[in-house]
C-alpha cells in the first residue's frame, strides 16, 4: 500500500513535470515553433506516420523536426535522419515515457529558429506518457488496427488527456478482425462525442483531415 510520503513525493514529481512542461512550451513559442506530442502503442506506427507528415509538410516548404523519444537504441532516431527529418535521440535509460525535464534538454539540441514544426515521439505504450504533459501544443495518441478494439476501454486515461486520437494502419481493415465502430463508440463516449481519426501512414489516407486536425494548413 502506498504510504502517505509516497503519494506526496509524486506529487510534487508530477507538479515539477507540469511546470517545467509549461516553460518548455514557452520556450517554443518564443522561436515560433508549434509541436505535438506523439503517444501510443509500441508497434502503432508512430514513426512511420511522423516520418510520412514531416515529409508531407517539407515538400510544401513548412520545416518540421523530431525528437525521438525511446528506452534505449537510436533505431527511430535513424530512421528520422534516413528519411532527410531533422532529429534527436532521446533515450530515458528505463522509463517508460517523456518527461518534460529530458525534453528541455533534447531541445538545447536543437536550433529552434531553423524550425516550425517540432513532433515528440513519446516511448511506446497507453499508460505512463499520460500523466507527464511534455509542453506541446497538442498531444496525439496513436492506435493501429492490429491492437484489437478494446485499447480505449482498457486504457482510457490517455484518450481523456490527448487533445486527438488516431486509428492508423486502415489500409490492414480487410485482414484483421476488429469492430472500429466499438473504437468509435469508446472513443466518443471518453472525449464527449469526438470522433476517432483514420490513417493510414502507408498509403497517406487521411493524413489531410489529420493536419486540418492539428490546425496545420498545407
Ligand atoms: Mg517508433
Known amino acids: 500500500m502506498h504510504k502517505v510520503s509516497d503519494i506526496s513525493i509524486e506529487?510534487?514529481?508530477?507538479?515539477?513535470?507540469?511546470?517545467?512542461?509549461?516553460?518548455?512550451?514557452?520556450?517554443l513559442r518564443s522561436h515560433g515553433v508549434r509541436s505535438?506530442?506523439?503517444?501510443g502503442s509500441i508497434g502503432s506506427g508512430k514513426t512511420l506516420l511522423i516520418t510520412k507528415m514531416a515529409v508531407e509538410m517539407k515538400?510544401?516548404?513548412?520545416?518540421?523536426?523530431?525528437?525521438?523519444g525511446d528506452v534505449t537504441g537510436e533505431d527511430d532516431f535513424s530512421r528520422f535522419q534516413a528519411a532527410g527529418i531533422p532529429a534527436v535521440n532521446v533515450n530515458t535509460g528505463k522509463e517508460c515515457?517523456?518527461?518534460?525535464?529530458?525534453?528541455?534538454?533534447?531541445?538545447?539540441?536543437?536550433?529552434?529558429?531553423?524550425i516550425d514544426?517540432?513532433?515528440i515521439e513519446n516511448v511506446g505504450n497507453l499508460v505512463?506518457?499520460?500523466d507527464f504533459p511534455l509542453g506541446t501544443d497538442m498531444r496525439m495518441v496513436v492506435?493501429?488496427?492490429?491492437?484489437?478494439?478494446?485499447?480505449?476501454?482498457k486504457q482510457p486515461l490517455i484518450f481523456v488527456d490527448s487533445d486527438i486520437a488516431v486509428l492508423n494502419k486502415i489500409d490492414l481493415l480487410p485482414y484483421?478482425?476488429?469492430?472500429v465502430d466499438l473504437l468509435d463508440r469508446d472513443y466518443s463516449k471518453v472525449k464527449n462525442g469526438a470522433k476517432l481519426h483514420r490513417t493510414s501512414a502507408k498509403t497517406l489516407e487521411g493524413l489531410d483531415q489529420l493536419f486540418r486536425a492539428i490546425d496545420i494548413d498545407l
Open 143 to 153: 492506435i493501429s488496427v492490429t491492437e484489437g478494439d478494446d485499447m480505449i476501454r
Open 59 to 68: 515538400k510544401k516548404g513548412l520545416r518540421p523536426a523530431v525528437l525521438a
Open 128 to 130: 505512463c506518457p499520460a
Open 11 to 27: 506529487a510534487d514529481v508530477l507538479a515539477e513535470n507540469r511546470k517545467l512542461g509549461q516553460d518548455n512550451l514557452r520556450h
Open 97 to 114: 515515457h517523456l518527461d518534460a525535464h529530458l525534453v528541455d534538454h533534447a531541445l538545447d539540441k536543437l536550433d529552434l529558429d531553423s
Open 176 to 179: 484483421v478482425d476488429i469492430n
Open 117 to 119: 514544426f517540432l513532433f
Open 36 to 39: 505535438l506530442d506523439v503517444m
